[in-house]
């Protein structure tokens, strides 16, 4: 950092020393310095899609969402090859809960890199959140398809399942991201939540314990055994579910 400030100040019209150097403030977790110093940098070459994609990745870490997708956009825009760019692009409209433009993204980079199975699942995620149940069941498809050992993609698949009310698929593909990830408490919560939409209490309460006991920090969980028993009149283990 010090060297290249001292580049600046000889030639303060060198666009690649300011890029340079907000790269290095962002490095070193210095963020308004890095944004004083790429916006510099555009200010004098806007033509630069590393300046626009290194200025985005710190308005990120800002949370100054809005800004960091207006820089994405300009990389994909230079740069329309950027995988990386559209990625980030497509979590910063997630993030602002813009489903329809993280839709076209996605389905745009996965032009680009049809075997990216996180990919995948972010625009069945996305297709999901829209309340497109059809498109999204189609994307968690593949991703299973794609690796069949993949829990969270069982997993994500018995969502969709569960929003289009296909109860036996759903409960399938929970018990199957179970299996393949015994110690995540996800599964879990999700079955017990579709029990419990069954009136199925008492098996609700055994996925909640389960996940609780795998992650004591699951308050999505405990809320739900707290919930659960006192359905059942189990009020000293409700209370102590509340507590949790």
């Known amino acids: ?29 210095c963020e308004d310095e890095a944004l004083w110093e790429l916006n510099r940098a555009v200010a ?21 969402i809005e800004k960091a997708a207006q820089e994405f956009e300009k990389v994909v825009e230079l740069d329309p090859e950027d995988t990386t760019a559209y990625a980030n692009l497509a979590a910063a409209y997630d993030m602002l809960d813009q489903n329809p433009e993280q839709i076209k993204v996605l389905k745009k980079v996965l032009m680009f890199s049809p075997e990216d199975k996180e990919l995948r699942g972010a625009l069945s995620n996305a297709y999901f959140k ?47 991201a179970t299996e393949l990830d015994p110690d995540s408490s996800i599964p879990h919560t999700n079955l017990g ?35 659960c028993y006192k359905q059942v009149g189990k009020t000293k283990q409700a209370q102590e579910a509340f507590k949790k």
């Open 130 to 176: 829209h309340g497109d149940f059809d498109e999204s069941l189609t994307a968690a498809m593949v991703v299973v398809d794609m690796d069949e050992k993949d829990a969270m993609g069982h997993c994500n698949l018995g969502s969709v399942y569960s929003a289009k009310n296909m109860v036996e698929e759903a409960i399938l593909c929970f018990k199957k």
């Open 44 to 64: 004098i070459d806007d033509s630069d899609p590393e300046i626009h994609f290194n200025l985005g990745g710190v308005y990120m870490l800002k949370d100054m």
């Open 1 to 29: 950092i010090k060297e290249l400030k001292i580049v600046v100040s000889r030639d303060p019209k060198r666009a690649r020393a300011y890029k340079l150097l907000g790269t290095a403030y962002g490095l070193t977790h």
């Open 193 to 227: 939540s579709l029990y419990g939409s069954l009136s199925k209490v008492e098996n609700a309460i055994k996925e909640f314990k389960i996940a609780a006991e795998l992650n004591s920090g699951d308050a999505y969980a405990w809320y739900n055994l707290y919930t």
